[in-house]
């Protein structure tokens, strides 16, 4: 098992940045990629952002593209620095990792390639 645990969330004014990070515990050795979702009230969990294990994959969501930025260290722990917030980027943040030997060379972006998530972190940007 993989525990996760984010941090960094909370309000900010529109233009604002804040940075993530979530720290992995427990089996770590099987953490290929990692990666974000987030999820807003009343919509479906989206893609963020996502990370190779060698970190030089990365991929973004068209909505956070140019102001998000995801980045990992060798200890397993992936960050997102977000800037100029927007109040659409409103949301609860959740880490997730993946263990698949794809997700080792390629930043996945499917829900369904990531085995374990966060418990999640509220984002709220107001205008």
């Known amino acids: 098992q993989v525990q996760l645990e984010e941090s960094g969330g909370g309000l900010v004014q529109a233009g604002g940045s804040l940075r993530l990070s979530c720290a992995a515990s427990g089996r770590t050795f099987s953490i290929n990629g990692m990666g974000w979702f987030r999820q807003a009230p009343g919509k479906e969990r989206e893609f963020v952002a996502a990370?190779?294990?060698?970190?030089?994959?990365t991929y973004y969501g068209n909505s956070v593209k140019g102001r998000f930025t995801i980045s990992r260290d060798a200890k397993n722990t992936v960050f997102l620095q977000m800037n100029s917030l927007k109040p659409d980027d409103t949301a609860v943040y959740y880490c997730a990792v993946a263990t698949s030997f794809r997700s080792s060379y390629l930043a996945v972006t499917s829900r369904n390639e990531y085995d374990y998530w966060g418990q999640g972190t509220q984002v709220t940007v107001s205008s």
């Open positions: 990370i190779s294990r060698s970190g030089l994959n």
